[in-house]
């Protein structure tokens, strides 16, 4: 392949260790790993609201540091799509909805076709993930009112 620097096989993974927004509690690991042309996605989460729904984007800035996780930019978006579902047009950045369990917890795994981990305009490295107060509602533009950003997390290549 000769796009790892030293990666070897594992040039299509990446991992973001998040960690929660000032006054929240949210915490856990997202892994990301490319496989045959889309991107698998493995969140493993605890301290969100239980039972809830919760909005879950790659945004384009990988930068934490703020505390309310604004400093993360906008959705990840390099084809200029409006935001959305998995099903119709959306950002590279949409993400399926977490939904928590009874305790708070998440263990969730799904597919995203569009962004990638290898180099490239659609690369997720460096960016950040968001996880967001309240659902997507997957219409309203360009942030789906998904509410407070209540943890935040930099993705880097593993």
């Given at each position: 392949?000769?796009?790892?620097?030293?990666?070897?096989?594992?040039?299509?993974?990446?991992?973001?260790?998040?960690?929660?927004?000032?006054?929240?509690n949210?915490?856990?690991?997202?892994?990301?790993?490319?496989?045959?042309g889309?991107?698998?996605?493995?969140?493993?989460?605890?301290?969100?609201?239980?039972n809830?729904?919760h909005?879950?984007?790659?945004h384009?800035?990988?930068?934490?540091?703020?505390?309310?996780?604004?400093?993360?930019?906008?959705?990840?978006?390099?084809?200029?799509?409006?935001?959305?579902?998995?099903?119709?047009?959306?950002?590279?950045?949409d993400?399926?909805?977490?939904?928590?369990?009874?305790?708070?917890?998440?263990?969730?795994?799904?597919?995203?076709?569009?962004?990638?981990?290898?180099?490239?305009?659609?690369?997720?490295?460096?960016?950040?993930?968001?996880?967001?107060?309240?659902?997507?509602?997957?219409?309203?533009?360009?942030?789906?009112?998904?509410?407070?950003?209540?943890?935040?997390?930099?993705?880097a290549?593993?």
């Amino acid at each position: 392949m000769g796009m790892g620097m030293g990666t070897g096989s594992m040039a299509g993974m990446a991992m973001a260790s998040l960690t929660p927004t000032q006054g929240n509690n949210v915490r856990g690991m997202v892994m990301f790993h490319e496989k045959d042309g889309h991107v698998m996605v493995h969140a493993k989460l605890s301290g969100l609201k239980a039972n809830a729904e919760h909005g879950f984007h790659l945004h384009e800035k990988g930068d934490c540091a703020s505390t309310d996780g604004t400093s993360a930019g906008g959705h990840f978006n390099p084809d200029g799509k409006p935001h959305g579902p998995q099903t119709a047009d959306h950002h590279a950045g949409d993400m399926p909805a977490l939904k928590a369990d009874a305790n708070g917890f998440v263990d969730q795994k799904f597919m995203l076709h569009g962004p990638t981990v290898a180099a490239g305009p659609a690369s997720i490295n460096g960016r950040s993930v968001i996880v967001h107060i309240a659902p997507d509602d997957y219409a309203t533009q360009p942030t789906g009112n998904s509410g407070a950003r209540i943890a935040c997390g930099v993705i880097a290549a593993h």
